[in-house]
């Protein structure tokens, strides 16, 4: 089995969705299950054939998280120490060469992955093009409307 990468915040959220599944999701549908069977022929019962889709996907997704959570490594970025490096976990400010603007990005998991919010996957192009590289570098990035470059302006570890 591999093990993928996860922020601190990352797993917590995913345990925490876990942790509603199982205590809020899963009892409601069992409840609404009851319920529709309580209504008679199931041949023909939309609200049962509804739940039951709604259960089905309800434990798929607990399956899912705990099999992630199985897997993950999960990582700190506090407690990293990778000597000015980027790597998973470090929140970078970049320079956008091109236009000048400034752009701060944190280096998460896929499942963390926000772009809105400075998050973005370990697995996209523009954290693949970072990994290693240190303040003052810059990183050349292929993006669908070209190549795009960014300089390091600094990397933390938060």
């Not at 926000?114 to 697995?123: F, K, Q, Y």
């Not at 523009?126 to 990397?155: C, H």
Request: glycine share 8%; proline share 4%; no cysteine.
């Amino acid at each position: 089995m591999s093990t993928t990468p996860l922020t601190k915040r990352g797993a917590e959220q995913l345990r925490d969705e876990l942790q509603r599944l199982k205590s809020v999701e899963r009892p409601s549908v069992i409840r609404m299950i009851a319920e529709a069977r309580a209504q008679g022929d199931l041949s023909e019962n939309a609200e049962y054939d509804a739940a039951k889709e709604k259960q089905g996907f309800i434990e798929g997704r607990i399956a899912e998280i705990e099999s992630k959570l199985a897997g993950a490594q999960v990582i700190d970025p506090s407690l990293v120490d990778a000597d000015g490096r980027v790597v998973f976990g470090a929140t970078i400010e970049l320079e956008d060469l091109a236009s000048g603007a400034p752009v701060t990005y944190q280096i998460v998991g896929d499942d963390e992955a926000d772009l809105e919010h400075g998050l973005i996957s370990i697995s996209s192009p523009v954290a693949r093009a970072l990994i290693g590289k240190t303040e003052g570098d810059v990183a050349s990035v292929q993006a669908p409307s070209g190549v795009r470059e960014y300089e390091i302006i600094s990397v933390r570890y938060v």
